[in-house]
């Protein structure tokens, strides 16, 4: 019972490189990630070392890729779980389980032999949401055990943690939150525009056959208002009409019956929910 349902503590790979688009989300983000890596400057100076980062954003934007890529720049451990994951029948589990996530981002950190441990919560708001006069005592007891967890004071002798999170109801989250201290920077991260989703289809594109008739600008063009997850499908669904028209590479009617049915399909899942 005590145990996180799905765990995942490793060195990431994934870089800024491999993210397309967000250019300022980036930028942003590495900025602040600088604060930790020249940490002894910024100790001399007397700033508040950097403890939480919020992304914030539509889904499918890349929050996920972000958290990664910043754990694999401060060269930290990175832990991650989904808000829903702290989400239990029983008082007290979900706490457990946030105190299990930040151990484990310390005792890992320390076998790896790394400095810091990025720990990263998806979907925040499902943990964080506004406390309301003690209605939900589970959810109140996971969310302080975080806020105790980020109030931890740092030794030298202990890994440093920074906490990430992301959420697309920023408006819901508890103000306790984002105190100084807690999650004191926030970065946007938006949907990709023009020169972004071209960005982001060419890193897709990178393992894929693709005629050299296509121009992926074109197909940017076409695809307005998608997400990265959602041109990653694109890229797929390209694929599997190249497979089954038994072509050996993907051509621009490909991408363009993957663009309706990925937009056709996001519709209906919308009609069939409502
Ligand atoms: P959610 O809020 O739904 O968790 P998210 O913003 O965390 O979404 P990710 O999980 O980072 O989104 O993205 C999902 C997938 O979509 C990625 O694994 C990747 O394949 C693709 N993707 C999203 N954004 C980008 C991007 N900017 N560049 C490249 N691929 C992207």
Request: proline share 3%; net charge neutral; charged share 30%.
């Amino acid at each position: 019972q005590g145990e996180r349902k799905r765990s995942e503590a490793k060195i990431s790979q994934l870089t800024f490189e491999d993210i397309g688009g967000q250019e300022s989300a980036k930028n942003e983000l590495k900025e602040a990630l600088d604060f930790l890596i020249h940490k002894d400057e910024i100790a001399k100076l007397g700033i508040r070392p950097l403890k939480g980062i919020l992304l914030t954003g539509p889904p499918g934007t890349g929050k996920t890729l972000l958290a990664k890529a910043a754990a694999h720049y401060t060269n930290s451990i990175f832990v991650s779980a989904s808000g829903s994951e702290f989400v239990e029948k029983y008082v007290g589990v979900g706490a457990s389980r946030i105190r299990d996530m930040f151990k484990e981002a310390k005792m890992k950190a320390i076998k790896e032999k790394k400095e810091s441990a990025v720990v990263f919560i998806d979907e925040i708001d499902v943990i964080g949401g506004k406390r309301d006069g003690g209605q939900h005592r589970e959810y109140d007891q996971t969310l302080n055990q975080l806020l105790t967890e980020m109030d931890g004071i740092h030794t030298a002798d202990t890994p440093r943690i920074l906490m990430m999170a992301a959420t697309n109801r920023k408006e819901m989250l508890d103000s306790a939150l984002l105190r100084p201290g807690r999650f004191d920077r926030q970065i946007q991260v938006d949907l990709p525009d023009k020169k972004g989703r071209f960005h982001i289809l060419n890193i897709h594109a990178k393992n894929k056959p693709i005629h050299n008739e296509v121009d992926l600008n074109k197909v940017a063009a076409e695809s307005y208002g998608f997400s990265g997850a959602q041109l990653e499908s694109v890229m797929n669904e390209a694929a599997i009409y190249a497979m089954r028209n038994k072509e050996k590479d993907i051509q621009h009617t490909h991408l363009s019956l993957a663009i309706d049915k990925v937009m056709l399909g996001e519709k209906t899942d919308k009609e069939s929910t409502k």
